[in-house]
């Protein structure tokens, strides 16, 4: 079964609101998570790190005000698209790292649609 | 700079095998890995490299060589459910453990 899970799988939210998509570690402690953005028939690009108890870390180009994550405890990422606009409809998706080497683990994606 | 490169698309026949290259410039390398992913869905883990050689797992086998910064995927006795993209992604050293940047992806059709 999923070992991180992320909900909602899909949004639609009003131009101009804010959404909130929560990545949870199931049966692991995750300190560190990741945030991915997919745009259709593009491949996966990071925009953040999210690092429990601490700010997350974004790479460049990513709009920190824009796209706010807080990593609260050590199993829930939580990703916040503030005053969404279309151009923000994308598929994202969350990974989180439950050791060295290749245990890396991906939530089941949610997709959002701004309107 | 991060920089990883795949062909955007394959086509194949169904029974046949098929390899999926992929080169790589990064800051560091601290792994790297093959995932499928198909439309709407997120990524699944197919292989993980580190050090050069040959990975098989089933119908699957990665190879890497870290000098040359080259990595393939081989798919033997294609099935249409291959059909898919397949992502190649990198870890660099000296970020997050296992903070991955993906290349383009490849879009592999398998026919009848």
């Known amino acids: 079964g999923a070992v991180v899970s992320q909900h909602p799988s899909w949004v639609i939210c009003k131009s101009g609101t804010s959404v909130k998509i929560e990545c949870r570690s199931l049966d692991f402690q995750a300190t560190t998570m990741f945030w991915y953005r997919q745009f259709p028939k593009q491949s996966l690009m990071l925009m953040a790190t999210?690092?429990?108890?601490?700010?997350?870390?974004?790479e460049q180009g990513v709009e920190k005000d824009k796209f706010l994550i807080n990593h609260a405890s050590l199993t829930l990422s939580t990703l916040t698209v503030t005053s969404a606009h279309p151009e923000d409809s994308s598929f994202y998706i969350c990974?989180?790292?439950?050791?060295?080497?290749?245990?890396?683990?991906f939530g089941e994606g949610s997709w959002l649609t701004v309107v | 700079g991060q920089n990883i490169d795949q062909p955007t698309e394959m086509t194949a026949t169904e029974g046949a095998i098929v390899q999926i290259n992929c080169t790589y410039q990064t800051s560091g390398f601290n792994g790297l890995f093959w995932y499928q992913q198909h439309a709407g869905e997120a990524p699944t883990f197919l292989s993980y490299n580190v050090l050069d050689g040959l990975e098989e797992k089933g119908r699957f086998s990665s190879f890497l060589s870290r000098s040359k910064g080259y990595s393939y995927l081989l798919l033997k006795e294609l099935q249409m459910k291959d059909s898919a993209s397949y992502l190649c992604a990198v870890s660099p050293f000296g970020g997050a453990t296992n903070k991955l940047i993906f290349g383009t992806g490849t879009l592999l059709a398998v026919q009848p």
């Open positions: 990974s989180a790292d439950r050791g060295a080497g290749n245990t890396i683990y």
């Open positions: 999210s690092n429990e108890g601490s700010k997350a870390t974004y």
